[in-house]
Nanobody
Framework: QVQLVESGGGLVQAGGSLRLSCAYS????????MGWFRQAPGKEREFVAA????????YYGASVKGRFTISRDNVKNTIYLQMSGLKPEDTAVYFC???????????????????WGQGTQVTVSS
């Protein structure tokens, strides 16, 4: 069974940086498309970024494009989200997710992700 564990969240001042990690276990990581999502209190879940199996393709949500970078290490079975230029509106719980059965849509729709982590809190103070 696939398990995803996020880490790296915390409190940071506006303009600062954080790097989130998501450790994957229970399957063949290099076969899986991975994504990051976030959810702020009272708001719907928002797509942040996705990365293809070997990292050759990435895709970002409009609100984070140019500030966040998704990457993966298929040896360490881990994906990362490097966040720079953080804003208070980036405050949310960040989740990683795995699309275990890629259907050909790029990026995958949120409901195509099969496995989710428990989330890590990111708080950006003004």
């Amino acid at each position: 069974q696939v398990q995803l564990v996020e880490s790296g969240g915390g409190l940071v001042q506006a303009g600062g940086s954080l790097r989130l990690s998501c450790a994957y276990s229970g399957g063949t990581f290099s076969r899986v498309i991975m994504g990051w999502f976030r959810q702020a209190p009272g708001k719907e879940r928002e797509f942040v970024a996705a990365i293809s199996r070997y990292g050759s393709n990435t895709y970002y949500g409009a609100s984070v494009k140019g500030r966040f970078t998704i990457s993966r290490d298929n040896v360490k079975n881990t994906i990362y989200l490097q966040m720079s230029g953080l804003k208070p509106e980036d405050t949310a719980v960040y989740f990683c997710a795995a699309d275990l059965n890629y259907r050909g849509n790029w990026p995958p729709a949120p409901d195509e992700y099969d496995s989710w982590g428990q989330g890590t809190q990111v708080t950006v103070s003004s």
